[in-house]
């Protein structure tokens, strides 16, 4: 679905990518903006995953399918997926309308723990 974080960081930016991997989350800003920003971005890219790290290690990645489809996933390092709250709420504050109970799917690679979904 969005790829399996083998990649280096990729986070972008008015038209190019910024390769970091350091915490780059903005403290003024909240999810729900942060999350429409990196949907817009994905946008503007599809088939290309944007993600974002966010504090405690929580990282989001979001990708838009060419068909526009919108797919959601969110990972912690090692074997601890993350909580239920934690999907939850980066679904409440999706950008666009989703149903609130869309089950994740589960998964683990490459020592990252992961829950992901197709939102649309």
Do not use: C
Request: proline share 7%.
């Amino acid at each position: 679905m969005i790829g399996d974080g083998d990649d280096e960081e990729q986070v972008h930016h008015g038209g190019e990518y910024e390769m970091t991997n350091e915490t780059d989350s903005k403290p003024a800003a909240g999810l729900a903006a942060i999350l429409s920003e990196m949907l817009y971005n994905a946008g503007k890219m599809p088939g290309s995953p944007v993600r974002r790290y966010l504090s405690h290690g929580l990282r989001v990645d979001i990708l838009v399918s060419q068909a526009g489809k919108d797919f959601l996933q969110i990972s912690r390092p090692g074997t601890t997926f993350p909580s239920e709250q934690e999907w939850t709420t980066v679904l409440k504050n999706w950008p666009t309308a989703v149903t609130p109970d869309i089950e994740p799917e589960r998964f683990s690679h490459s020592n990252r723990s992961y829950l992901r979904a197709a939102l649309n």
